[in-house]
């Protein structure tokens, strides 16, 4: 580690105690008092209102932060989940009318309107109006509830374990095993994780039931038609609409799909097999072993730092600086939530990457993937107000997307053998050939999920299905399998933790072509549009920052078939 690397410090507080911590709502009440008591008499009192505000908000969300990232690590921690189901239960209920009392303050300054030519505002004020508007006070307990309930898909997920060989495995590193060229080995360890997988399904079922109806209440009583519309709204979508998202999946399902079907039929023809499986789509087609990016935790740590640092030295100091104050948890082990994550952390500014690493490349792909969000959150972590420093989703996923494309310039670090480096770029495009469906697949689903809240599971299966098979390759035989496909959207976290979090995945894949693209083609200042648009946080709208890295937001079908047209080529390339 490097003597010159300098570990931020939290800022020094002007609102709050140095050594302040959360305990109780009790002890946390009188600063929310303070600031609804406190007369805003001209612009500059409101400037430090906000301040202030910003610096509890702060507070409040690093403070839940590392209690859900305690709670992810060590699932079968129960003081962990304990802390975490504290702060959701009895802390939350009474911050939120608070929340919204402040919110309406903010609105009712006549100093408000001075703020909003200044970079920022016009979002922080359009965020402010729709929060106002959404909020209702029937809604506390049905928040709390909901988070609750949501705990529950972590531990019933983190608890999942298979056994093969006379090993126990997690369900991540019995994954490993579908890289096999042994296909014997590969149907086992598919059954197994299946097997694991359905034991859960009812459970898993009965409790997303839930989540639909709880949902679907939270969005009546706002005056939502229903939980789609609602959270359109909630997460400021206010540059696209349901409709666009339609428009994406059709696109998708003529521009991608019949991409995919071809990647599949070559795969069968290489694999010399009679019908292509599930668990023949993880294998390599030419029967090489499975590419290693690295050999354990550490050395994937290591690589990486190298990797961010030889595109720019500034990142590979964000990711230099994580790994010296105890910011990354990257194995896989038992207990440990699946998935994988970048938290921000909004006091110290540096954030935390949990993930699932075993060995394989998808592992490597994913640290970059969580990698580009962490950088993000250093461009950002100096802007004036918290609200500025909390990009749209489709902005945050371009940050981490645009990096697993944009590191494939030194992804030698990984694979020294030339052979090893082109597969690994060739099973990157490959992944963006098979993404863009899945993210049309899982949003489309979402959205008939809450126009119709009260299907049965049957019913639930039966959309499914009809949605997996729009957006799925034709060429796998599914034959034997129906209940497994019947349930494989309870593998999605997403639909159990962050609701309509997706489609933001795949505008921003496209996002992310475009400018890798750029990079192509000038390596300085395609780099230099990633950087710039990233700094501008939550300052502008999407379309903007999307500008500013010198793409389009568009996700069109000719814009879609030309990106997909790059891509073909740089498939012919490798």
């Not at 600086?321 to 994550?341: C, F, T």
């Not at 099973?427 to 050939?433: A, F, S, V």
């Not at 159990?496 to 489609?503: G, M, Q």
């Not at 379309?543 to 890295?549: F, G, H, M, N, S």
Request: glycine share 4%; aromatic share 10%.
């Amino acid at each position: 580690m490097s003597t010159s690397l300098e570990i931020p410090k939290r800022p020094k507080r002007g609102f709050l105690p140095e050594q302040y911590t959360i305990t109780t709502w009790e002890n946390l009440k009188p600063y929310f008092d303070n600031l609804l008591a406190r007369s805003l008499t001209n612009v500059d009192e409101l400037r430090n209102w906000l301040r202030d505000r910003s610096e509890l908000e702060s507070l409040m969300s690093e403070d839940l932060g590392w209690r859900y990232i305690r709670m992810t690590c060590y699932t079968d921690n129960e003081e962990h989940s304990k802390s975490y189901k504290d702060f959701i239960e009895n802390l939350q209920p009474q911050m939120a009318p608070y929340s919204d009392l402040l919110n309406k303050k903010l609105a009712d300054s006549p100093f408000l309107s001075s703020l909003e030519q200044e970079p920022g505002f016009k979002i922080l004020i359009r965020n402010l109006k729709k929060d106002i508007e959404l909020f209702r006070e029937e809604n506390i307990p049905v928040f709390t509830e909901i988070n609750t309930e949501t705990q529950k898909y972590a531990q019933l997920s983190g608890a999942m374990m298979v056994e093969i060989n006379g090993q126990e495995m997690t369900l991540q590193q019995a994954g490993v095993i579908l890289q096999s060229t042994d296909r014997a080995k590969r149907e086992e360890a598919y059954h197994k994780i299946a097997t694991r997988r359905l034991a859960d399904k009812e459970t898993l079922d009965q409790l997303f039931t839930k989540l639909i109806a709880l949902r679907h209440r939270a969005a009546t009583n706002a005056g939502q038609a229903n939980f789609r519309d609602y959270m359109f709204k909630s997460y400021g979508r206010f540059d696209y609409t349901p409709q666009d998202c339609f428009n994406f999946h059709e696109a998708i399902a003529a521009e991608v799909v019949p991409i995919l079907n071809e990647l599949n039929k070559e795969r069968k023809e290489k694999l010399m097999v009679d019908t292509l499986r599930p668990w023949d789509k993880a294998v390599d087609p030419e029967g090489r072993e499975p590419l290693k990016a690295f050999e354990n935790g550490r050395d994937l740590t290591a690589k990486s730092i190298e990797c961010f640092s030889r595109l720019d030295p500034f990142l590979g100091q964000c990711l230099s600086i994580m790994n010296e104050m105890g910011h990354l948890d990257l194995e896989s082990r038992k207990g440990k939530a699946p998935g994988g994550y970048n938290y921000p952390l909004a006091e110290i500014g540096v954030p935390f990457i949990f993930m699932n690493a075993t060995s394989t490349m998808r592992d490597m792909t994913t640290i970059m993937h969580e990698g580009g969000h962490a950088v993000h959150n250093f461009l950002t972590k100096d802007l004036a107000l918290g609200d500025f420093k909390s990009p749209p989703m489709e902005v945050a996923e371009l940050a981490s997307m645009s990096m697993e494309l944009i590191s494939m310039d030194q992804w030698q670090i990984f694979f020294s053998n030339e052979e090893d480096l082109k597969r690994a770029k060739r099973e990157q495009l490959e992944d963006i050939i098979e993404t863009l469906p899945w993210v049309a697949t899982i949003d489309q689903f979402q959205h008939g999920l809450y126009e119709n809240p009260t299907h049965t599971s049957a019913e639930r299966i039966q959309q499914w299905n009809k949605v997996f098979a729009r957006f799925s390759d034709t060429i796998t035989d599914w034959s034997g399998l129906e209940e497994n496909r019947d349930y494989l959207w309870q593998r999605q976290l997403h639909l159990y933790e962050v609701p309509f979090y997706y489609i933001e995945y795949g505008m921003a894949q496209l996002g992310a072509i475009a400018l890798w693209r750029n990079y192509k083609r000038d390596k300085k200042k395609g780099l230099q549009g990633y950087m710039n648009a990233l700094k501008l946080g939550n300052l502008t709208t999407i379309p903007e920052i999307y500008k500013a890295a010198d793409i389009k937001f568009d996700f069109s079908r000719p814009y879609i078939k030309e990106l997909m047209d790059f891509v073909r080529e740089e498939f012919s390339k490798i």
